[in-house]
Nanobody
Framework: QVQLVESGGGLVQPGGSLSLSCIAS????????MSWYRQAPGKERELVAA????????NYADSVKGRFAISRDNAKNTVYLQMNSLKPEDTAVYYC????????????WGQGTQVTVSS
């Protein structure tokens, strides 16, 4: 029923750009905080960016601030992550997450998409 379908991952050179998309279905998207997480080899999963339900508030990990931008289009049930000035340390599996913060406290995860930054 609930689905978070990601796209846009791939191989990119250092300094390059990549845009990820996550299309949601099966729940009321506009009521959910949306986030991007990543997990690099041998490391714990970490929060990369988050955006509030109406898109009015955004938060970023210090490591990506100024380089990444999260956005959402509630009419399309889609959240995006624009990644610029990519570094090898950005290499990870990137996951889309939906969180309902106040009532159900539901959390939903996407399947993950591989981003590799290498020359």
């Amino acid at each position: 029923q609930v689905q978070l379908v990601e796209s846009g991952g791939g191989l990119v050179q250092p300094g390059g750009s990549l845009s990820l998309s996550c299309i949601a279905s099966g729940f009321t998207f506009r009521h959910y905080t949306m986030s991007w997480y990543r997990q690099a080899p041998g490391k714990e999963r970490e929060l990369v960016a988050a955006i509030s339900s109406a898109g009015s508030s955004k938060n970023y990990a210090d490591s990506v601030k100024g380089r990444f931008a999260i956005s959402r289009d509630n009419a399309k049930n889609t959240v995006y992550l624009q990644m610029n000035s990519l570094k090898p340390e950005d290499t990870a599996v990137y996951y889309c997450k939906a969180s309902e913060e106040w009532v159900s406290r539901n959390n939903y995860w996407g399947q993950g998409t591989q981003v590799t930054v290498s020359s």
